[in-house]
Nanobody
Framework: QVQLVESGGGLVESGGSLRLSCAAS????????MGWFRQVPGKEREFVAG????????YYADSVKGRFTVSRVSAENTVYLQMNNPKPDDTAVYYC????????????????WGQGTQVTDSS
């Protein structure tokens, strides 16, 4: 069993930065993929970025490339999402998810989710 807990959300101004954290409890295998998604009311959960736990390969949605950075600290069982130069369209509830089968941008393939953290662009 895995539990994921996100933190770090809040208000951010355009041009500012914010770092989200996702702490995982339980066994994390090297083949595990950790993804960050976001969701706004009335829309489906959207893939933002993700990382393969073992080798550290990263993946990004086109909308955040060059602005967001995903990373992990294995010793802490924690995944981070560094958000730089956010835009109004980045306002959403951000979720981290765990997928044991490898990279996937599809929310329905993830086995575990955190509770979400709200990010709001205040500009």
């Amino acid at each position: 069993q895995v539990q994921l807990v996100e933190s770090g959300g809040g208000l951010v101004e355009s041009g500012g930065s914010l770092r989200l954290s996702c702490a995982a409890s339980g066994r994390i295998y090297s083949s595990t993929f950790m993804g960050w998604f976001r969701q706004v009311p009335g829309k489906e959960r959207e893939f933002v970025a993700g990382i393969r736990w073992g080798v550290g390969n990263t993946y990004y949605a086109d909308s955040v490339k060059g602005r967001f950075t995903v990373s992990r600290v294995s010793a802490e069982n924690t995944v981070y999402l560094q958000m730089n130069n956010p835009k109004p369209d980045d306002t959403a509830v951000y979720y981290c998810g765990l997928e044991r089968g490898g990279y996937s941008p599809v929310a329905s393939s993830y086995e575990y989710w955190g509770q979400g953290t709200q990010v709001t662009d205040s500009s």
